[in-house]
């Protein structure tokens, strides 16, 4: 495969990684892996500096992104799974955000002991956060047509992971809007 450091300047498209009739090398893999979770880690982090002006991380973000896509209200359990977390670190997570006024746990109707519901100042953040430019501007780069491309290719990533992991698939709801409790 060869050499995978590139000079910032240089512009990289997705046919500098030969095909061929063989099997790809483990560093192509590697290198992969790398290009991605790099790219996550720096989107990550530039989100970051976007949300911090509405006093919210990513992880809080994720969480109430969670709870509406589940309709409004999930558990622990559900958004531990929806999020790769581990339900103890969900539930002293869920916690602080209680602590902080973002969500309500309250007691749950079926299986599940407690439920999780935004509250109306985690939905005026959470609603705030939709508008962030951040995600325009870098995803602008691409095209229209590179964008669909690589969603495509992300979701068939996931999907094989999910499977995998032996985790069924869900579904995420593409744009969430906000649920709004009944006054």
């Known amino acids: 495969m060869g050499e995978c450091h590139r000079p910032p300047s240089e512009h990289v498209t997705g046919t500098d990684i030969p095909e061929t ?3 790809p090398g483990s560093d192509e893999y590697l290198m992969l892996w790398v290009l991605i979770a790099q790219t ?3 989107i990550l982090r530039a989100r970051e500096r976007d949300y911090a002006r509405y006093g919210i991380s990513n992880e809080r973000r994720a969480v109430l992104y969670m709870i509406e896509n589940h309709g ?5 359990v559900e958004i531990a799974r929806d999020l790769f977390r581990e339900l103890h670190s969900v539930t002293e997570l ?3 955000m209680e602590k902080d006024g973002l969500v309500e746990r309250y ?3 079926g299986r599940s002991k407690v439920e999780v519901k935004v509250t109306e100042k985690g939905l005026d953040i959470f609603e705030q956060s939709l508008h962030n430019q951040t995600d325009k501007r870098i ?3 691409l095209s229209a047509k590179e964008r669909e491309r690589l969603a495509s290719t992300l979701w068939r990533l ?4 999910l499977e995998d992991l032996g985790v069924p698939e869900w579904h995420l709801n593409f744009p969430v809007q906000p649920v709004r409790p009944e006054k």
Do not use: I, N
């Not at 409004?72 to 622990?76: F, H, I, M, R, S």
């Not at 996931?158 to 992971?161: F, I, L, P």
């Open 107 to 109: 007691k749950g109707t």
């Open 21 to 23: 009739a063989e099997e």
């Open 72 to 76: 409004g209200q999930a558990t622990p």
């Open 158 to 161: 996931r999907a094989r992971v």
């Open 139 to 141: 995803f602008s780069v």
């Open 40 to 42: 996550k880690d720096a």
């Open 94 to 96: 869920l916690k602080r």
